[in-house]
C-alpha cells in the first residue's frame, strides 16, 4: 500500500510557475513508477507526464512537453512537478499516481497505475 499526498497547487498568472510535489509513504517508493494526471471541470482525466522507478525513463504528454518538468528523489520519497509557461487551459486538479508495472507500455492510461493522492489545484487567470 501506498499513500500519495500532492503538495503545491494554487493560483497564478499566465506565464507563471508553479512546482507541484507528492509525497509518498508507505512502501518502498523507488519500486514505483510515478505519474502525472489532471482533470479539468466537466473532463476527462489528461496524461500529464511519466517517470520510471529509477528516473531515467521520462515520457511527456503534448500538452507538457517543453514546459513542464519531472524528477524524483527517491531518498525523499518524493516526485515533483515543474510547471512553467502556464496557461489558463492548465486549470485542472493534478494527481500523482503510482504504478507497480515500472515497464508499461500504457504508462498514459489511468488504469495502469495503482494509487493516486487526493490531487492539488491548479488554477492559472488570463
Known amino acids: 500500500q501506498v499513500q500519495l499526498v500532492e503538495s503545491g497547487g494554487g493560483l497564478v498568472h499566465t506565464g507563471g510557475s508553479l512546482r507541484l510535489s507528492c509525497a509518498a509513504s508507505?512502501?518502498?517508493?523507488?519500486?514505483?513508477?510515478m505519474g502525472w494526471f489532471r482533470q479539468a471541470p466537466g473532463k476527462k482525466h489528461e496524461f500529464v507526464v511519466f517517470i520510471s522507478s529509477s528516473g531515467v525513463r521520462t515520457y511527456y504528454g503534448d500538452s507538457a512537453k517543453g514546459r513542464f518538468t519531472i524528477s524524483r528523489d527517491n531518498a525523499k520519497n518524493a516526485v515533483y512537478l515543474l510547471m512553467n509557461s502556464l496557461k489558463p487551459e492548465d486549470t485542472a486538479v493534478y494527481y500523482c499516481?503510482?504504478?507497480?508495472?515500472?515497464?508499461?507500455?500504457?504508462?498514459?492510461?489511468?488504469?495502469?497505475?495503482?494509487?493516486w493522492g487526493q490531487g492539488t489545484q491548479v488554477t492559472v487567470s488570463s
Open positions: 508507505g512502501h518502498t517508493f523507488s519500486d514505483y513508477a
Open positions: 499516481a503510482a504504478m507497480e508495472n515500472d515497464y508499461s507500455g500504457s504508462y498514459y492510461r489511468i488504469e495502469e497505475y495503482d494509487y
